[in-house]
C-alpha cells in the first residue's frame, strides 16, 4: 500500500467541498488546501489550536442545512479532546470531522504526538460518542470513506493516517480578515 | 430532532442544583435581557452562581444550549455561530474564562469576532470559598490586559440596558465584551 500524503488526499477530494462550509487547522493544512485553490467557503483557523472542530460545531449548529467539513490535525484534536465530547453530545448530522493524523506537530517542526506510539483518535472518537467513525491509510480509502461520510447523514470522525510532510512555507497572501469575512459573507448568504 | 431537543437534559432532576440562594429573578432578567437582544445560542460550563441561566436556556426553545467540556470550545463556537449569522453568549465563571484565554486572543481576538461573554464574579468582596479568591483577585486586570471592555452587572434594573450596551459595542467594534456577573445580583444572601 502506497502510504498517503495529505496533499494529494485534499486534492482527491476537493471537488466534493463545493457545497460545504470547509474549516481547517493552521499552517500546514490551510496552506495545503490554498495551493490547490481558494474558495470563499474556506475557512483557515490559523492558530487557534484546537479549535476547528469548535468552529466547526458552531456552524453546524447555526446551519443544519449547510454540510460542514472540518480538517483538523492530531496534535490540534489532542489538544481539544473534550471538544469531541461536546460533538459527539449534540451530533450534528450535517458535519464530517476529518483528522489529518501525521503522528507529528508537522507545523512547528515535526515534534512527533502519542497517536505515533500509543493513542488512537478514531476510538478515542468513536468512545466520546461520535455515531460514525472511520480509517483510511490511502488516498483510495479515504475517497471512499469521505464520499460515504457525506452521504450518511451522520456525523462521522474520518482518521486519515498522512505522511509527516508538508509545504515549505506556511504564510500566503490571503489576509487572515479577508478570509474571516468573505468565509463569513458566504455562509450568510446560505 | 431540533437542536433544542438534542440539547435537552435527558434526566431533568440533574438540573436543578441543591438549594442555593442564587437569584433566580435577577437570572431571569439576565436571560430575557439576552433573548431580547438576540442572543440565540449560549455555551456553558457550569457553577453555582449560573445554574439559573442555565437551566432558562436548556429550556427556551429558541435557545440552543451548547454543553462544554471546557470553556475554551465556547470560543470556537461562538466564532461559527457568528460567521452563520447566530447571535450568541459564553456563559462562565472567572476560572472558565482564565481556561479560555488562548482562544479568546488567538480565536476571537485574532479574527475580530463579537464574543459576549458573561462572566460570573467569583471571588470577590463577600467570597466565602477559599478556593475561588485568586481567581477573583486577577479576573479584571487579565480582562485589562488583554484591553477587553468590562461591564458589571449590579443592579437588576440596570441589566437589560447594560447588555444591550454591551452587545452594541461588541458588534460595533468586532471584539469580545466582559459582563461580570456580580455577587451583589446573583446571590441573594450578598
Ligand atoms: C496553544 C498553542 N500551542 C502551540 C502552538 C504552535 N503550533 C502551531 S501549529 C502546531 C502543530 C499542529 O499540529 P497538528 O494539529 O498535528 O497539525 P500539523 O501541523 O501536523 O499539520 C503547533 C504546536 C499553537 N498554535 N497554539
Known amino acids: ?190 | 430532532m431540533s437542536n433544542h431537543e438534542i440539547a435537552k437534559s435527558p434526566d431533568p432532576k440533574i438540573r436543578y442544583h441543591p438549594a442555593v440562594p442564587v437569584s433566580a429573578a435577577n437570572s431571569q432578567i439576565v436571560f430575557d435581557a439576552l433573548k431580547t437582544n438576540g442572543v440565540r445560542m449560549m455555551s456553558a460550563l457550569p457553577e453555582t452562581w449560573l445554574v439559573h441561566l442555565i437551566r432558562l436556556a436548556d429550556d427556551d426553545p429558541d435557545v440552543t444550549l451548547v454543553r462544554l467540556a471546557k470553556e475554551e470550545e465556547g470560543v470556537g463556537i461562538s466564532m461559527g455561530a457568528h460567521f452563520a449569522g447566530v447571535k450568541s453568549a459564553m456563559l462562565m465563571q472567572n476560572h472558565g474564562f482564565l481556561a479560555a484565554i488562548n482562544g479568546i486572543v488567538s480565536g476571537a481576538q485574532l479574527y475580530r469576532i463579537p464574543l459576549l461573554m458573561l462572566i460570573s464574579d467569583r471571588g470577590t468582596f463577600g467570597e466565602r470559598d477559599p478556593w475561588q479568591t485568586e481567581g477573583g483577585a486577577v479576573t479584571e486586570s487579565v480582562l485589562s490586559a488583554l484591553r477587553i471592555p468590562i461591564m458589571r452587572l449590579d443592579d437588576p434594573a440596570r441589566v437589560a440596558h447594560r447588555i444591550k450596551q454591551a452587545l452594541t459595542l461588541a458588534y460595533s467594534s468586532n471584539k469580545p465584551v466582559a459582563v461580570l456577573l456580580t455577587r451583589d445580583l446573583m446571590w441573594e444572601d450578598a
Open chain 1, 1 to 190: 500500500m502506497p502510504p498517503m500524503k495529505r496533499l494529494d488526499a485534499l486534492r482527491a477530494v476537493y471537488d466534493r467541498l463545493g457545497d460545504s462550509a470547509v474549516v481547517t487547522i493552521m499552517g500546514a493544512v490551510a496552506a495545503e488546501l490554498q495551493s490547490i485553490g481558494h474558495r470563499p467557503n474556506f475557512f483557515y483557523l490559523q492558530h487557534a489550536m484546537g479549535l476547528a472542530s469548535s468552529v466547526g460545531l458552531g456552524i453546524a449548529l447555526s446551519k443544519p442545512a449547510v454540510p460542514v467539513v472540518v480538517f483538523d490535525g492530531d496534535g490540534s484534536l489532542l489538544m481539544n479532546l473534550g471538544g469531541l465530547s461536546t460533538l459527539a453530545r449534540y451530533k450534528p448530522a450535517n458535519l464530517i470531522h476529518v483528522v489529518f493524523d501525521n503522528e507529528s506537530l508537522l507545523s512547528v517542526g515535526g515534534f512527533p504526538t502519542a497517536t505515533g506510539t500509543c493513542t488512537r483518535l478514531a476510538e478515542v472518537a468513536a468512545a466520546s460518542g461520535v455515531p460514525r467513525t472511520a480509517c483510511a491509510t490511502t488516498i483510495d480509502e479515504f475517497v471512499t470513506e469521505f464520499t460515504a461520510a457525506q452521504s450518511a447523514g451522520e456525523l462521522t470522525t474520518l482518521v486519515a493516517k498522512v505522511d509527516a510532510v508538508g509545504p515549505a512555507a506556511f504564510v500566503t497572501d490571503l489576509g487572515l480578515l479577508e478570509n474571516r469575512f468573505q468565509f463569513q459573507r458566504y455562509l450568510q448568504a446560505r
